[in-house]
């Protein structure tokens, strides 16, 4: 089905475990992006990226590693998750369109516990 | 300061009643402005772009105020199904694309 894909929708991991949250876009959308949403926050950039092979650093990276070898995918890696890493994690991605921004898509999200 | 800064609510606000609220940007050099709806923590869905000149979609109007750097959005005629938060976006192509989020205004219509 067309749209952008996020699995696992829910994961619990223990601290110091490794975690890879996976996005999956069928749009060839050249921008995608991770957020974080936390209780009583808005969503916060973790990274981004313009196109294959480039990413660049949101608000709150670390702790986080991304990679982008093929456009339609953006995985993010915990390295050693922490607790404070509980969060729901949405991904989405965009087509900008000169001379403006457009409309990002979003994935469901990912529910994650750190235990 | 935050980038984009809004009322975290709760608005409560009787069904069939108006409710207007803001956001405020810091990056004077943002061009694209868009609100969002999440209902639940679900995802984000897109509400309406925000024009320069101002738009309305039904029951919903966005205004854009660059000189004093802040976007509204109105809804007339609330309904229950109105009942959600609603995050104020901004992007500019100067600042990679990325789209910054405000915290977000919660609205609750109550019968």
């Known amino acids: 089905d067309a749209g952008i894909t996020q699995s696992p929708r829910y994961k619990i991991t223990e601290t110091g475990r490794q975690v890879t949250l996976m996005c999956h876009q069928t749009?060839?959308?050249?921008?995608m992006f991770w957020y974080r949403q936390d209780l009583g926050h808005g969503l916060r950039l973790i990274y981004y990226s313009a196109a294959a092979d480039i990413t660049d650093k949101g608000e709150v990276p670390d702790g986080y590693v991304v990679s982008r070898s093929k456009t339609e995918n953006f995985p993010l890696t915990l390295e050693s998750a922490t607790r404070s890493q509980t969060s729901v994690y949405f991904c989405?991605?965009?087509?900008?369109?000169?001379?403006?921004?457009?409309?990002?898509?979003f994935g469901q999200g990912t529910r994650l516990t750190v235990v | 300061r935050k980038e984009v800064e809004q009322d975290p609510g709760p608005f409560n606000v009787p069904e069939g009643a108006t409710v207007a609220f803001n956001c405020t940007y810091s990056?004077?050099?943002?061009?694209?402005f868009f609100w969002y709806r999440q209902d639940c923590r679900k995802e984000p869905k897109l509400l309406m772009s925000?024009?320069?000149s101002g738009n309305e979609d039904g029951r919903f109007t966005a205004q854009l105020n660059r000189a004093s750097q802040y976007i509204s959005l109105l809804i007339r005629d609330s309904k229950l199904s109105d009942s959600a938060t609603y995050l104020c976006v901004v992007s500019g192509l100067a600042a990679g694309n990325k789209l910054t989020f405000g915290g977000g205004t919660r609205v609750l219509v109550k019968p």
């Open positions: 990056n004077s050099a943002s061009q694209s």
């Open positions: 925000v024009y320069s």
């Open positions: 989405a991605s965009s087509e900008p369109s000169l001379p403006t921004a457009t409309e990002a898509f």
């Open positions: 749009w060839s959308h050249s921008y």
